[in-house]
C-alpha cells in the first residue's frame, strides 16, 4: 500500500507566501500523495485558547503542539514551520520514522547569532531551541498533548518536549532535516532549509543562502499556462 505523508504546516498571517512556497516546494519533488493542513489560529479558535505570549514570534509557536490531536493521536504526521524550502523528495524524510520513538527532530546545539530576527522580533535562547521546528510524531505515543496540556503548559514545557517521560523518546534526524539558513554555513546537500531569521520575502533576507531557490519555487507557485495565440 502506497504511504501518504501527512503534513502539518504552521501558518502565519504575517508570511502567507511563505506557507504556499513551501507546499510547491514539497509537492514537485515528492514520490509518494502528501497531505497538507495548515495549523491556522482562526482554524483552531474552537480549541486552542491559550492567550498569546509576547515572546512568541509566530502564530503557531505552541498552536503546533496540537498536530497529534489532530492526528486523532493516529500514525505518524510531521510538522514543520513555514518558513522552510525543501530541496529533495519528502519519502526520504518520511522513511526515517522509527515506532521506538515517540518524536523525531533534528537536535540542534546552537546559541543563535543574532538578537533579533524578522520583524524585530526577539530571538529567543534556550536549551533544545528549534527542536520543534520539524517534528515528526508517532501520534500514538504523544497522548499527552491533549487540549488541556497544550492550552496551559508553558512554552518550554512544550517546546523542549517536557510532555515525553524521556528524552530517550526522542528520536534524532540528520541535520540536513532542519538546516538553519545563517546560523549553519551553506550546504549543497541540506534537504529542508530553514530561514530561521526570516524568510527571503522579507527584504533584508532577500540575499540569504537558498533565497535564489526560494523565488524559483515562488514563481512556479504563480505560474499558469496561458492558450497559444
Not at 10 to 15: A, H, L, P, T
Not at 25 to 54: A, C, D, G, W
Not at 114 to 143: D, H, M, P
Request: hydrophobic letters at 35%.
Amino acid at each position: 500500500m502506497t504511504q501518504s505523508a501527512h503534513i502539518y504546516i504552521g501558518f502565519d498571517s504575517k508570511e502567507v507566501v511563505a506557507y504556499h512556497v513551501l507546499c510547491q516546494s514539497i509537492l514537485e519533488k515528492s514520490s509518494i500523495p502528501v497531505s497538507f493542513t495548515p495549523i491556522s489560529l482562526n482554524n483552531v479558535e474552537r480549541i486552542f485558547t491559550r492567550e498569546r505570549n509576547p515572546l512568541q514570534s509566530t502564530e503557531f509557536s505552541f498552536s503546533r503542539f496540537l498536530v497529534p490531536y489532530l492526528s486523532s493521536y493516529d500514525g505518524w504526521s510531521l510538522f514543520v514551520d513555514c518558513d522552510m524550502l525543501m530541496r529533495t523528495d519528502i519519502a526520504q524524510l518520511w522513511e526515517l520514522r522509527d515506532d521506538r520513538y515517540a518524536a523525531m527532530c533534528v537536535k540542534h546545539n546552537y546559541v543563535p547569532k543574532v538578537e533579533t530576527k524578522f520583524l524585530g522580533q526577539v530571538q529567543t535562547k534556550y536549551e533544545k531551541k528549534n527542536w520543534s521546528s520539524v517534528i515528526l510524531f508517532n501520534n500514538a505515543k504523544c497522548r499527552k498533548l491533549d487540549l488541556d496540556y497544550v492550552n496551559t503548559a508553558t512554552g518550554l514545557e512544550l517546546h523542549q518536549f517536557k510532555w515525553l517521560d524521556s528524552d530517550d523518546l526522542i528520536g534524532e534526524l540528520p541535520a540536513s532535516w532542519n538546516w538553519l539558513v545563517n546560523e549553519y554555513e551553506y550546504s549543497p546537500d541540506a534537504k529542508l532549509v530553514h530561514f530561521t531569521d526570516g524568510g527571503p520575502y522579507f527584504d533584508e533576507y532577500k540575499n540569504d543562502d537558498y533565497a535564489e531557490e526560494w523565488f524559483a519555487a515562488r514563481d512556479r507557485v504563480l505560474h499558469v499556462t496561458q492558450r497559444s495565440a
